[in-house]
């Protein structure tokens, strides 16, 4: 599992304080690939290059999501039925309880009436609770002092019944792990007749092999699901974290930047089709809430052509959409697939691993990090701090001349539109600051301030050089956004008289931002002039 690149759209320009962001990016915004790292199988291929992030998450406290995996019915019957067990209860070669226990077994965990016949399914469900037991090993499997085989309560119990977080997180994980695998799971083919020993033992390992391959198919299908529910819950505004089976399906199917044809559309039909029945599984051991498709929708599907039931079409109202499946992701799905990302190797940050420390770790971290949502970040640094001190402590931090500088005072700024109008004693003591002085303004007059006075002009072309410097480091090189900070340069009918200014300024990132504008510029003319000042720029250093 993994996430994908840094844009950080959500933060404004530092020319621009005050101002809200761009939306975030989702997962239809990138391809698959670039999303969840199937980068192919080219050996030669610079995987640096192609490395993808997992967004941040905020996670419940443990004790929280200890008591949500106490309370998932599957998990809480298997527990039930291994202190049932004590002291041992015969089972049979395969560790299943005996006939005589299966009723039993059904009526203690208040499936079946206490007295009189029990429903068939009911068994089924007890002996579904009594394997996932067996296999977390809340029960252990040996032969009592007869020799005969059975099984009882494990040393795995008594912590999970004290409800001690870790031991019950690290339980459900566990039969998170066995019900997905379960999910997956497809029912085997029948071996079809073939004349001869020979040909039906070719014939058996064909099929096997067929199995083999779709139940992998099914697996990666699950896996990509869950990835994208992972991100899609991590960008979506509380309460919006619910997503039709339709929409999770066009994520997995779509291009990016496409519009589904009808091939696609039967694609996406085929897809929801395929998770339905997995994605109900995992609602039972709480990783997720999963409203099924609709089973009648099966029905007028066959009756009127014989097909699956189609994807939703946009214009249907949201009862309607319903019956084609909804989905959301659980904070102990969150907790869990997170878990499954660390194990595979990724780094899986949570929400405010930057925010622990003073102003100077806040702004440096956040300015290294590759995976962060930098607003959320400074919202929980921001929480209990006093307003004015809190300021100043950002404004102290944001100076310097070292490579993540100007993203440190594109961050402190952000930070500052956060705390809003109230810290403008502090930004006033900044006007006259060579590095701070230009932003300060900005932000000033963007909060509507009076009597912000001009600044000199070495400030002004300081700060823009600063302001592209530090979109330079936040959008990796990304011409597109580049370009439109470029669109935005005070150029007047004279270039090669304003670049003749700029490349005087003393900034450690002069030469980068000239060669930028010279690269990226559409007017020829400019672009020459950009370049021309670069040489000079890179010359003077």
Not at 103 to 120: D, I, Y
Not at 159 to 164: F, L, Q
Not at 289 to 317: M, R
Not at 446 to 473: H, K, Y
Request: net charge negative.
């Amino acid at each position: 599992m993994a996430g994908r690149r840094r844009k950080n759209t959500d933060r404004p320009s530092a020319d621009t304080p005050g101002e809200p962001g761009s939306e975030s990016l989702l997962p239809a915004d990138f391809e698959l690939a670039d999303l969840y790292g199937a980068h192919g199988s080219d050996a030669e291929e610079d995987l640096d290059d192609l490395s993808v992030l997992v967004p941040p998450v905020r996670l419940l406290p443990e004790a929280e999501l200890a008591a949500a995996a106490l309370a998932v019915p599957l998990l809480q019957r298997a527990i039930r039925l291994a202190r049932w067990s004590a002291p041992t209860r015969p089972v049979d070669e395969l560790g299943d309880l005996l006939e005589a226990d299966r009723e039993a077994a059904a009526r203690f965990l208040e499936l079946a009436p206490a007295t009189g016949e029990v429903a068939e399914e009911s068994v089924l469900e007890a002996m579904r609770a009594w394997s996932l037991a067996c296999d977390l090993e809340l029960v252990v499997l040996a032969h009592d002092a007869d020799g005969n085989r059975a099984g009882g309560p494990s040393q795995e119990l008594a912590p999970v019944e004290a409800g001690e977080p870790e031991s019950v997180l690290e339980l459900w994980l566990s039969a998170a792990d066995v019900i997905a695998e379960l999910a997956a799971e497809i029912e085997p083919l029948d071996a079809e007749p073939d004349a001869g020993e020979q040909a039906d033992e070719e014939r058996a390992e064909e099929l096997l092999a067929q199995y083999e391959e779709v139940q992998e198919e099914a697996a990666e299908l699950l896996d990509e699901a869950l990835q994208v529910l992972y991100e899609t819950t991590a960008f979506a505004e509380p309460g919006q974290e619910t997503m039709p089976l339709g929409v999770l399906a066009a994520l997995l199917v779509v291009p990016e930047g496409e519009e589904p044809d009808e091939e696609m559309l039967g694609d996406i039909t085929d897809v929801m089709v395929a998770l339905d029945p997995m994605l109900a599984d995992l609602a039972e051991i709480g990783l997720l809430e999963y409203q099924p498709i609709d089973p009648e929708l099966f029905d007028e599907e066959e009756a009127e052509d014989g097909a699956a039931p189609a994807a939703p079409a946009d214009e249907l109202d949201e009862a309607e959409a319903a019956r084609f499946g909804l989905v959301r992701l659980t904070p102990l799905g969150q907790y869990g697939i997170r878990q499954w990302l660390l194990d595979d190797g990724f780094e899986a940050p949570l929400i405010g691993e930057y925010a622990t420390g003073d102003a100077a770790a806040l702004l440096q971290g956040v300015a290294e990090a590759g995976n962060v949502l930098p607003e959320q970040e400074i919202r929980v640094w921001l929480t209990d701090r006093e307003p004015l001190g809190a300021a100043r402590e950002l404004l102290a931090a944001a100076r310097g001349s070292d490579p993540s500088a100007p993203l440190r005072r594109m961050l402190a700024q952000l930070a500052l539109g956060e705390l809003g109008p109230q810290v403008e004693p502090a930004v006033r003591e900044v006007l006259t600051d060579p590095e701070l002085g230009g932003a300060a303004r900005a932000w000033l007059v963007a909060q509507g301030a009076a009597d912000v006075p001009a600044p000199e002009r070495t400030m002004v072309l300081w700060t823009t050089v600063d302001t592209f410097a530090a979109q330079l480091l936040d959008s990796e090189g990304d011409a597109g956004v580049l370009r439109q900070l470029i669109s935005e340069l005070p150029l007047t009918d004279n270039p090669a008289s304003f670049f003749g200014e700029l490349w005087r300024v003393d900034h450690p990132y002069t030469a980068q931002v000239l060669e930028a504008v010279g690269e990226l510029h559409l007017d020829r003319t400019v672009a020459k002039e950009a370049r021309k000042a670069a040489f000079k720029a890179r010359s003077k250093n």
